[in-house]
Each structure stands twice: as C-alpha cells, then as structure tokens.
C-alpha cells in the first residue's frame, strides 16, 4: 500500500484513495474542506471560550467517541480550567447513513451529580444521537450539561438541538479526518475532507 502524504492531497484537492488510503477496501474520493491551519484557529478559539466561561470551576469532559478522541485530545491541552475527562460510545451510523436508532456501547465512569459537564462531539449532524446523549446525561443530575462540537451541520438537524460552543458550521455532506471516518477509514488524515464519491467494498 503506498502511503498518503498530505501535500499530495492538497496539491490535487481531489484523490483516489482506493490504493493510498485503504488497499482493496473500497473507492473514496476526497475533497478538502478545512485544513490542519484551519482546525488549530477553530479549536483554540473554543478552548479560549470554555475557558473563560467555565473559570473557577471544574469540568467534566464527556468525550463521545471514537470521532472525538483527536479533537479533545487538542482541546483538552489547551484549557486553563482543571478537567477531568471520561468517554461515552454511542452507535447509530454505518456507512454515510444514520440508522436513527442510537444505543451506549460505552457509559462513562465517571459520578456525574453535582458536576459541570461538557460534551465533547466531533460533530453535530441530525441531532438524534445528542438528544439521546444529553436525556441520558441529564437523568444523573448534573450541575449543569453543555455540549462542544468542532463540526455543526445546522443544515441537517432532525431535531431541535443546539450546540453551546461550535467551531466549524458547515455545509459540507459525509466528512472525513481529523478522527472522523467512514466505516473505521480516514481518522488519521490530519486535516477534513468530503466525501465526493464512495464505492463499497461490497459493490
């Protein structure tokens, strides 16, 4: 498998990524969206934020995995509040679609009554999957519950729900890198794609 360099990916926009991405596993092509530049501005922008608002307090991260894990392990670094972080897994996608129902595969361990809690999401799209996050989250008696995406797709929402801090709205379809993935592929790009064409390994 020849290996993907960012560069290259820049410099064309758009690639294949049958061989340098993913071998046999299928067909994606990719168009840049936000690069690594663009990304680092946005995130410590909302660090800045959360810092400020939650000044003199503790926090409890929720990180919603696995799209989070990169941009709160970015996010985390830059705070100046003390935190302490935990993971939940949630599971409703496969492929590019929602199956709209959502189920814990992964609870947090964390004592949640009585604290300051934020959710941690790589990015907001129908908002079922949150809903369902936050009712369970609010059921254990928080001080409070606020939520954090690095990507808001507004234009999508089935569900009336909002994000407290946000660092990309965007209108972009299926995106890919920077920990978000299409079927376990493209985490480790280190800047977000869209997903401009995709062939399945089973077609």
Do not use: W
């Amino acid at each position: 498998m020849t290996p993907i360099h960012l560069s290259d990916i820049e410099q064309n926009r758009v690639i294949s990524s049958s061989v340098r991405l993913h071998g046999e596993d299928g067909n994606i092509q990719l168009r840049l969206l936000y690069t690594k530049e663009k990304i680092a501005s946005s995130v410590k922008r909302l660090a800045e934020e959360i810092s400020r608002d939650y000044s003199g307090k503790e926090l409890l991260l929720v990180v919603v995995l696995k799209g989070a894990f990169v941009f709160a392990a970015d996010l985390v670094r830059m705070l100046t509040v003390p935190v302490e972080v935990d993971f939940v897994k949630l599971k409703s996608y496969q492929g590019k679609e929602s199956s709209g129902r959502v189920i814990i595969t992964r609870d947090l361990e964390a004592c949640v009554e009585g604290r300051h809690l934020l959710v941690v999401e790589d990015i907001i799209d129908t908002g079922i999957s949150l809903e369902f996050l936050n009712r369970h989250l609010s059921d254990r008696g928080p001080r409070s519950l606020r939520v954090c995406t690095l990507i808001d797709k507004v234009e999508r929402r089935k569900i009336a729900i909002e994000a407290d801090y946000a660092g990309i709205v965007s209108k972009g379809g299926f995106l890919v890198g920077y920990g978000l993935d299409l079927d376990e592929s493209c985490r480790e790009l280190d800047a977000i794609y869209e997903v401009t064409e995709y062939l399945s390994p089973e077609v």
